[in-house]
């Protein structure tokens, strides 16, 4: 299977099945699309007519580009069939009790009171709660005892607003370290974060310990102040602001990320993006919000049309800003082309369920954070483990050939089916499809890909 | 002339052959998450020539 698309001014052709990516010229564009369906004189032919009037390309330009199309089919770099679906389950079969992963539930409460908040502002439907150390440390226990081989571990401090129990958080870091070594393990640590609680102590511990740091913020003030407010209504942007200034300066170097939402309030979310630059961050995420289509922040249609253009433009902008010396990163335009995951990793599907839980304050688990509060969902607790082996099987067969719909996806290789939680509410299962969010994600790959080949072609990357 | 240029990139069918060691960082779609979806992870086997 193929792909071909015009953007930014190149004509793009991405061989799905070997992962190769291709910049084209207008002859090799066309023909390249009736390639497969037609035979050399046919193909010849067609080229021929249709370049007539083209005296810059003559009949021998066709005939070396029909040559240099079969060859790279010959070196399987185009048109490369799949043959991967016997492979579709091995991975989380090879690595079945395998957990390298937790979301730690560690407050479930925030002191913010934002609208759209998929966790019912951090209580996810339920009850507010904190995560005592001694459930903390259990759930690092269970990570530990069944990581296997695998050495990274990954623990995100989540909520709700996890600053809000940042003492357990200090010493549930401090109990990870202190077992690390001697179990052969690397922890590496993440906590999301609205901002509210950062002050210099959690500027110091989160730039010594955490890995990454997920900063919720939506852009523009009045975007921002539209959903992120507090108990009273009162918008928080000008009190995280200077926080994440702060932090960002002090991290030196160190991940981190600007995380915002748009909503129906702001489908132009490159002015938001923008915001961002200005304000001095280069480390950026801007993300749709997901939520019941009758939801009054959910993107319409029209919405929809506009932030297509918005991922062109963002594109646009990120190559104008890389020219002069400027560039920054988007975290969803990110993309390996030569060291990202190999197959197995591509084909296997989210890994919520099998090596990602979520962890709640009580110590439940669940296949990831947004299954949290669906008790069907849970699949036991970090003291018992998983008792709920049928659905964790759910989970474990959810892959990319496990959905009718990515069959016949060129980007099925880049996102591998999705997020389960996503096509869970969208269509009531776990392997069906959330459409809106691939519509967004095929565009954002596009974006991607032709922002490297920019780079490449001018000498960028 | 050329018509082609191919940009170097990692070949799928290739790593089939030695990949899948389950090194790599968890993937995670979700919106609330920053999205880490596969196409902006990297490959963490060290030991494989990719």
Redesign the interface.
């Known amino acids: 299977m193929i792909h071909q698309y015009k953007l930014g001014g190149y004509n793009i052709?991405l061989d799905v099945?070997?992962?190769?990516?291709?910049?084209?010229?207008e002859?090799?564009y066309d023909m390249i699309a009736m390639f497969e369906a037609n035979d050399r004189d046919t193909v010849i032919a067609a080229m021929r007519e249709k370049y007539a009037d083209r005296a810059d390309i003559s009949d021998a330009?066709i005939e070396?580009?029909y040559e240099?199309?079969l060859a790279?089919r010959e070196s399987?770099?185009l048109f490369?069939p799949d043959?991967?679906e016997p492979?579709a389950g091995?991975?989380k079969a090879?690595?079945a009790g395998?957990v390298?992963?937790l979301?730690l539930h560690v407050a479930h409460t925030c002191n913010l009171n934002c609208a759209y908040c998929?966790?019912s502002q951090g209580k996810y439907h339920g009850d507010r709660a904190i995560m005592s150390f001694e459930v903390g440390k259990a759930a690092l226990d269970f990570l530990v005892e069944h990581s296997g081989t695998?050495?990274?571990l990954?623990v995100?401090f989540?909520g709700g607003e996890p600053l809000m129990n940042f003492n357990v958080v200090k010493e549930l870091v401090a109990y990870a370290r202190s077992i690390e070594k001697e179990h052969g393990k690397n922890f590496r640590f993440t906590l999301?974060t609205n901002g509210m609680l950062i002050d210099d102590d959690v500027i110091d511990f989160a730039n010594r310990e955490m890995s990454n740091v997920?900063l919720s913020l939506d852009g523009r003030k009045e975007i921002h102040d539209r959903f992120r407010v507090d108990y009273a209504g009162n918008g928080s942007y000008d009190r995280i602001v200077p926080k994440f200034q702060k932090l960002v300066e002090a991290r030196d170097g160190k991940n981190y990320?600007m995380?915002g939402?748009f909503t129906h309030a702001n489908p132009d979310f490159l002015k938001d993006i923008q915001q961002m630059l200005d304000l001095g961050f280069d480390e950026l995420?801007m993300?749709?919000?997901?939520c019941a289509p009758g939801d009054a922040s959910a993107l319409t249609e029209a919405d929809k049309v506009i932030v297509m253009e918005q991922y062109e433009k963002l594109a646009e902008l990120m190559l104008e800003r890389s020219r002069a010396g400027k560039p920054f990163t988007f975290?969803?335009?990110?993309?390996?082309?030569?060291?990202?995951?190999?197959?197995?990793?591509?084909i296997s599907g989210?890994?919520?369920g099998t090596?990602?839980m979520a962890v709640t304050p009580w110590g439940d688990l669940y296949p990831?954070?947004?299954f949290v509060g669906d008790e069907k969902f849970k699949l036991g607790s970090v003291f018992d483990g998983v008792t709920n082996t049928a659905m964790q099987d759910e989970f474990a067969s959810c892959n990319v050939y496990a959905r009718p719909e990515c069959r016949d996806c060129w980007a099925r290789?880049?996102?591998?089916g999705?997020?389960a939680?996503?096509a869970y509410h969208a269509t009531g299962s776990v392997k069906g499809i959330y459409k809106d969010?691939c519509d967004l994600?095929r565009k954002r790959?596009e974006c991607?890909i032709m922002v490297?080949?920019a780079k490449?072609?001018e000498g960028l990357a | 002339?050329?018509?082609?240029?191919?940009?170097?990139?990692?070949?799928?069918?290739d790593?089939?052959k030695?990949?899948?060691c389950?090194?790599?960082?968890?993937?995670?779609?979700?919106?609330?998450?920053?999205?880490c979806?596969?196409?902006?992870?990297?490959?963490?086997?060290t030991k494989?020539s990719?």
């Open positions: 052709v099945c070997s992962g190769s990516v291709h910049a084209v010229d002859v090799a330009d070396e580009c240099q199309v790279l399987g770099k490369a043959t991967f492979m091995t991975l090879k690595t395998v390298k992963a979301c998929f966790a695998r050495r990274n990954e995100d989540f999301t997920v990320y995380r939402t995420s993300e749709p919000v997901v975290y969803h335009y990110m993309i390996d082309l030569k060291g990202g995951p190999c197959i197995y990793k591509r989210c890994g919520s090596e990602y990831c954070h947004q290789l880049y996102c591998s999705g997020c939680a996503n969010g994600f790959m991607a490297q080949i490449i072609f | 002339m050329e018509h082609i240029k191919t940009i170097e990139t990692r070949n799928l069918c790593s089939a030695n990949g899948g389950g090194e790599c960082q968890t993937s995670c779609q979700s919106a609330c998450k920053t999205s979806g596969i196409a902006n992870q990297q490959c963490e086997n494989e990719k």
